[in-house]
């Protein structure tokens, strides 16, 4: 999906460039692109997101330590979640050449949890209310703090499940205790499970299973359903991705529906490489809206990906009959193209000398 200008939205060209440093990608052009992205985004979330893969990924200890550090940074100074920053610190004290300061800091980090430990529910809502923080470029917001020990370290659950995910369990089971009067504290468990599933573990199917077990709880909340889709979205998790937002596609109507189809269709594209299944989704759209521009360039590019001419050819003159312009000169320069290939038109005959 291209912008009107003809480049990518930032946030694609963001989760690109993730993809591709997991991949291989050369380290140092990632950490600068991903630098830029995250500058244009101005989103300290996609800052702590890229620091953490950039960690994983650096091919020298000491630039593991730094990004690591990075995203600890962020999470204590600016979002308030001290249970991730310590997991941050404790990467980067694990790679670092001299870890004395990040020993000292992770010493701060713990005496705040166990101070927040030793506090009231009651307590630690009157601070969260009066807490307010200044973003890295200025913006000013409430903090939002993980509050929760025994589930960020995956503590509990009794069953055979990996730890992160008897960590979501518990955030789910304290998440459904909370009334709907608790709307920040409700919220705040909702922010700790996507945490939980981005930071601590791989978001194989069965989350997405006590998702769907959950149907009220699903319908009713917007805010989980985002965070989930932003957890799956920089894991590359394109099947689970599927899932969830073909869910949400049957929850949404007018613009709403379109914008997840519009996503569907790129993540079929481009993320399984399913042209055909992808152009589906662009044509559901054509069907509300014959004229969506954006939604015909999409099932175009499917079409030719297809390579199947008679398809290609049928879907350019469906379009050339609606499109004006300069839109419609280019399409009826590839239909001729696309004949010329085929046989059905010969091409001009050079003039005689005569």
Not at 26 to 40: I, M, N, S, Y
Not at 72 to 77: A, I, Q, S
Not at 83 to 102: I, T
Not at 201 to 223: F, I, K, M
């Amino acid at each position: 999906m291209t912008s009107e200008t003809g480049t990518p939205p930032i946030d694609t060209t963001f989760d690109a460039w993730l993809r591709a440093l997991k991949h291989g990608a050369p380290w140092e052009d990632a950490l600068l692109a991903l630098r830029r992205c995250v500058q244009v985004m101005q989103s300290r979330k996609s800052w702590v997101r890229a620091n953490i893969v950039l960690a994983k990924t650096a091919p020298e200890k000491e630039q593991a330590a730094w990004c690591a550090q990075q995203a600890g940074d962020t999470l204590w100074g600016v979002m308030n979640r001290p249970h991730l920053a310590l997991a941050c610190f404790r990467f980067a004290a694990e790679n670092a050449a001299d870890p004395g300061d990040l020993f000292v800091l992770m010493a701060q980090v713990e005496k705040h949890i166990e101070a927040l430990d030793a506090m009231s529910p009651e307590e630690r809502a009157e601070m969260q209310r009066a807490k307010v923080i200044h973003g890295p470029w200025g913006q000013t917001q409430k903090a939002v703090s993980f509050d929760d020990a025994e589930a960020a370290h995956g503590v509990g659950g009794g069953d055979d499940n990996p730890e992160w995910l008897s960590a979501i369990n518990n955030l789910w089971l304290e998440f459904q205790n909370l009334s709907e009067d608790h709307e920040e504290a409700r919220g705040d468990k909702l922010h700790a499970i996507a945490d939980l599933i981005s930071c601590f573990g791989d978001p194989e199917p069965e989350p997405l299973v006590r998702v769907e077990r959950t149907e009220l709880l699903w319908r009713s909340q917007n805010d989980l359903r985002a965070e989930v889709i932003r957890a799956l979205r920089g894991g590359e998790h394109y099947e689970s991705m599927i899932q969830v937002l073909e869910m949400e596609e049957a929850l949404s109507e007018g613009e709403d529906k379109r914008e997840v189809l519009m996503e569907l269709g790129s993540i079929t594209r481009l993320g399984l490489d399913d042209p055909y299944k992808a152009s589906g989704y662009f044509e559901r759209i054509i069907d509300v809206d014959k004229d969506d521009r954006e939604a015909w360039g999409e099932y175009l590019e499917c079409m030719e990906e297809i390579g199947d001419q008679k398809l290609l050819l049928d879907a350019i003159s469906k379009r050339c009959a609606l499109a004006q312009g300069l839109e419609r000169r280019q399409l009826m320069r590839r239909r001729m193209e696309l004949l010329m290939e085929t046989g059905e038109l010969k091409p001009p005959s050079p003039p005689s000398n005569g």
